[in-house]
């Protein structure tokens, strides 16, 4: 079965950095969109970044020059490095697999898109 787990969360002052992994498992990695989200308390679950089966990324506005987002079709691992933190990126942060359909770019960056989730990895960003 397919299985997402996340990991390198944690608690960082603002202006920092943190670089989030997920180890996929039970499916064929390399055929399918993968993507970043996150969520914070009392708010909606929104795209970060995807990317597609080749690697190819889409970023969410606030995402872009301060986010990067790695698909190791080798490692079965999707990475995402976060720089320059702000207050407002402390979130619960999930990655999930798209494998409704074959991962050709562009990816979408929208929840709803995606059928099997992570537990999700906590940020946290103070002042």
């Known amino acids: 079965q397919v299985q997402l787990v996340e990991s390198g969360g944690g608690s960082v002052q603002a202006g920092g950095s943190l670089r989030l992994s997920c180890a996929a498992s039970g499916y064929t990695y390399s055929r399918y969109s993968m993507g970043w989200f996150r969520q914070a308390p009392g708010k909606e679950r929104e795209g970060v970044a995807a990317?597609?089966?080749?690697?190819?990324?889409v970023y969410a506005d606030f995402a872009k020059g301060r986010f990067t987002i790695s698909k190791d079709n080798a490692k079965n691992t999707l990475s995402l490095q976060m720089n320059s933190l702000k207050p407002e990126d402390t979130a619960m942060y999930y990655c999930?697999?798209?494998?409704?359909?074959?991962?050709?770019?562009?990816?979408?960056?929208?929840?709803?898109?995606?059928?099997?989730w992570g537990q999700g990895t906590q940020v946290t960003v103070s002042s």
């Open positions: 990317a597609a089966r080749d690697g190819r990324a």
């Open positions: 999930a697999v798209r494998t409704s359909t074959d991962g050709w770019f562009p990816p979408p960056i929208t929840a709803s898109s995606y059928n099997y």
